[in-house]
């Protein structure tokens, strides 16, 4: 049999090949190189050794320049200044005395301008300025002290929150409009968004900033013992129990300083009153011609801060009366047959001023003092333990319209004057001129009220005929007290006048 031979191969499917690679970096080479300044210096700041030191001090070897007798002057003289030395270290005259090493910047710098455009075109005044009891907001009363009709003239309350960003001194954050000129503002001891006002036509308001869009929360109506004339002050009183709410207090040219109360239907009903009559008032003071049953017209008020039986009024013929409100002698007070029977508050007279009385203020610092000013350009430091003044300036020879006592100065008090100025007093500096003249305004026109903000105590706000609000910054030198100064007016106080 023929065999047949197969050709046989080796199959490739599925083989798997394997490839072996290496790879490396180049040989790695190192070289160190050194970098050296060429030259090497070493050097040190040390003092010399004491041995050194002692003998550089030493005047046989070093001094170089012998002054002729001053070994001689200060062995003579060496004695005394110890002597001195020692007596100054037992002086107390520079106890309490602290060194201000920052430089003092001016006395009084300006700070705001606020005005209300629609009441500047009409030419109304600022009459009044008061601080709410945080001390960011400032309201002003507009109305007229000079000519025109008074009691028909729409007038305005605004207020700006100093505080606010973006505070806008054409535009107020408030404006509140009111069918007589406002003479009197106060806002409420506690709550900041009460204000009480005063008008000319002797209406008396309460207003809540929070209310919108009619603030009115009260208003007296016409009762039998509404004021008649136009309403110079109003302030707020505390109760008189506790849990008791406070109340307003108003005083008019008609003679009645009155007492309401905040009722829910939106009135203010009145609660007690009072009335000057001329045949009432102490003997030690002259009244002008008129029947004993003649009331006394009230242009000034203010409470003591010490006593809350007290309060001074001060009236037109010049007159500064002490009243109680604790008097329980009825009023002569002719046709009246109210069922509140009014009371003669006044207690004591003090010498008068030669022309009506526009402000009054107690010292928050002393029990017995207070301030007083009026037209005849003169302001008067008082006591309330004697008749004549303590002290008289002549500020002015325009009238005087306003005078507050610093709150955080017992030595310092500023007035608001005829003639556009605020004259700053600083009785510690002994001398009787102003410390700081403020022109308000450079027209000359009246200042008719200021106010010291209870918060912010260095600044201070201004308003008059011009119809402006200026808000001043008062420096450290007016502002901060001064060592023995309590003293210093308590030593006032106990002064006899001549």
């Given amino acids: 049999e023929d065999s047949i031979s197969v050709p046989g191969f080796v199959s490739q499917y599925g083989t798997l090949h394997f490839l072996l690679f290496h790879s490396q970096t180049l040989e790695l080479k190192l070289t160190e190189a050194a970098v050296q300044a060429c030259h090497i210096s070493d050097m040190g700041v040390q003092t010399e050794p004491a041995e050194c030191l002692v003998d550089s001090l030493d005047p046989e070897q070093n001094a170089q320049v012998e002054y002729p007798g001053l070994r001689e002057f200060l062995q003579r003289v060496s004695g005394m200044v110890i002597k001195e030395l020692k007596q100054n270290a037992k002086s107390h005259a520079f106890d309490g005395f602290e060194v201000n090493w920052v430089e003092q910047n001016q006395t009084v710098s300006f700070l705001h301008s606020l005005h209300y455009p629609e009441a500047q075109e009409r030419g109304l005044q600022v009459t009044y300025v008061c601080w709410n009891s945080t001390g960011s907001v400032i309201a002003s009363a507009y109305g007229r002290l000079e000519d025109g009709d008074w009691s028909t003239e729409k007038a305005y309350v605004c207020t700006w929150n100093l505080d606010r960003r973006g505070l806008n001194s054409q535009r107020p954050d408030l404006v509140i409009d009111v069918p007589s000129s406002v003479l009197c503002l106060a806002f409420h001891p506690t709550q900041p968004s009460l204000i009480a006002g005063g008008l000319y036509s002797g209406e008396v308001l309460v207003w809540d900033t929070s209310r919108s869009p009619d603030p009115v929360l009260a208003r007296t109506g016409m009762l039998d013992l ?108 002719a046709g009246s047959d109210a069922d509140v029977m009014l009371r003669a508050p006044a207690q004591f007279s003090f010498s008068t001023h030669s022309g009506p009385i526009h402000a009054l203020d107690c010292s928050p610092f002393h029990r017995n003092l207070f301030l007083s000013a009026g037209t005849d350009g003169h302001a008067h430091l008082r006591s309330l333990l004697q008749g004549p003044p303590l002290l008289s300036l002549h500020v002015s020879d325009s009238y005087l319209f306003s005078v507050r006592w610093s709150p955080t100065r017992p030595l310092v008090f500023a007035v608001g004057t005829g003639q556009g100025l605020v004259q700053i007093f600083d009785l510690s500096r002994g001398t009787l001129t102003p410390t700081a003249t403020i022109e308000q305004n450079s027209s000359g026109r009246p200042v008719y009220c200021m106010e010291f903000n209870p918060k912010q105590m260095e600044l201070l706000a201004a308003g008059g005929a011009d119809g402006t609000v200026k808000i001043w910054h008062l420096s450290s030198e007016l502002t901060e007290q001064r060592p023995k100064e309590t003293s210093h007016l308590e030593y006032l106080a106990n002064e006899v006048p001549e």
């Fill in 226 to 333: 509404s004021h008649r004339e136009p309403v110079y002050q109003v302030r707020w009183l505390p109760g008189t129990k506790r849990g008791d709410t406070f109340r307003v207090l108003s005083a008019s040219a008609d003679g009645k300083i009155l007492v309401w109360q905040v009722e829910a239907n939106g009135r203010l009903g009145l609660h007690s009153g009072y009335a000057l009559i001329a045949q009432q008032i102490p003997r030690s003071t002259t009244v002008g011609k008129g029947r004993g049953d003649t009331p006394v017209g009230v242009t000034a008020l203010a409470l003591s801060f010490w006593d809350s039986d007290v309060f001074l009024v001060g009236a037109e013929g010049g007159l500064v009366l002490k009243c109680s409100f604790s008097a329980h002698t009825p009023a002569i007070l």
